[in-house]
């Protein structure tokens, strides 16, 4: 898998003890890959991370990546091969509220990842993960390409938008020698042991479990729904491509479902209900934070380039999505369902790389 790239390799995640972070902490120890985290403690609860009990599975720090003293020397004493940069204010309703923490955070604090990974020889790739909200989105019915404009109606979305042009400047001004970085787009990403707030599947999910009704604000939206694998198998294998070819592939890479598997907030509440066995849904009237109707991504540069391609359809997405909440709350071993789903994902895989 991966051409063994990640066997017995060094590999630093920021933002381990997110959601994408736990998943992706996982695969890497799956594939034989020494990890080391480093991110802010858990901030919901429960935490994939604490539930998982990962920090035992990894090396891991607590520290903000606004910390450049204590970031820089936790890089440079564990001199890894490869950097996935996660940790990110990853919320638009947040951002409304929080402005300066999402533009520190997500501008500042990458900018000072990039740094510290520069001062440290022994990194050879790195994968930077935005958002496929970095474009500015007119709402067309159709996916966004790469080389199309960077904004963003709110903060967090236009932040990225600003991570996206710092990161090609970054790489034109200082790494012609240095490591190869790639930045990486993905869209809206669904999957066991996500609790986050104002996030549509833990909403349903939290709401089923306390038998509350699941209100939804914006019934039409819709979303690049994908399971948290799908962009993950992207990042893992950019990240491989970055190893064994460098800046080859030093590009801005879209890593969405099929336009087939597009499908409106309502619809998911719907399939998360039929799934669960039960639960019900209330329309709530939409509230004055503007959030996007439509958002897509174009994904023909990553199967043309990278070989890369969707696994799951939404509707698998889903069943999978339900399948690993319903093992946590009867009590199951959750790790080894978690690696279990990894190790059918990659059963699954279109290519295997």
């Not at 999402?102 to 022994?122: C, F, H």
Request: contains cysteine.
């Amino acid at each position: 898998m991966f051409n063994n790239v990640y066997l017995n390799k060094k590999i630093l995640i920021t933002g381990a003890s997110g959601f994408k972070g736990s998943w992706l902490s996982l695969w890497l120890i799956s594939l034989g890959a020494h990890v080391l985290g480093y991110s802010l403690e858990p901030d919901t609860n429960p935490s994939m991370f604490k539930e998982l009990k990962i920090e035992k599975n990894i090396r891991n720090v607590f520290g903000n990546i606004l910390d450049t003293e204590k970031l820089e020397k936790t890089i440079n004493d564990y001199q890894p091969d490869i950097v996935f940069h996660l940790a990110a204010q990853p919320l638009v309703r947040l951002s409304y509220s929080e402005p300066l923490l999402t533009y520190q955070t997500n501008v500042i604090g990458t900018l000072n990842v990039l740094e510290a990974a520069r001062k440290t020889n022994s990194i050879k790739a790195f994968v930077n993960i935005t958002t496929d909200k970095c474009y500015e989105n007119k709402e067309i019915a159709r996916g966004y390409k790469e080389d199309e404009p960077m904004g963003g109606y709110d903060m967090y979305s236009s932040s990225k938008g600003c991570v996206e042009i710092m990161s090609s400047s970054y790489r034109r001004s200082f790494l012609k020698e240095g490591y190869a970085m790639a930045t990486a787009r993905a869209g809206n990403v669904i999957g066991g042991g996500d609790w986050s707030a104002d996030r549509l599947v833990p909403d349903c999910i939290k709401s089923i479990i306390n038998s509350e009704k699941i209100n939804i604000r914006n019934p039409e939206s819709t979303r690049p729904w994908q399971h948290v694998l799908e962009p993950l198998s992207g990042y893992l294998r950019l990240g491989q491509l970055l190893m064994e070819e460098g800046g080859k592939y030093a590009e801005g890479f879209n890593f969405g479902p099929k336009l087939t598997d597009i499908i409106p907030v309502k619809e998911i509440a719907e399939l998360i209900v039929k799934n669960y066995g039960s639960g019900t849904i209330n329309i709530e009237k939409k509230d004055t934070l503007h959030e996007a109707n439509l958002l897509m991504l174009d994904i023909d540069k990553a199967k043309s380039t990278l070989g890369w391609t969707p696994t799951y359809n939404i509707y698998q997405a889903i069943e999978k999505t339900v399948e690993w909440y319903k093992e946590f709350y009867k009590g199951g071993d959750i790790l080894q369902f978690t690696f279990a789903q990894i190790k059918d994902f990659e059963k699954n895989m279109i290519n295997k790389f």
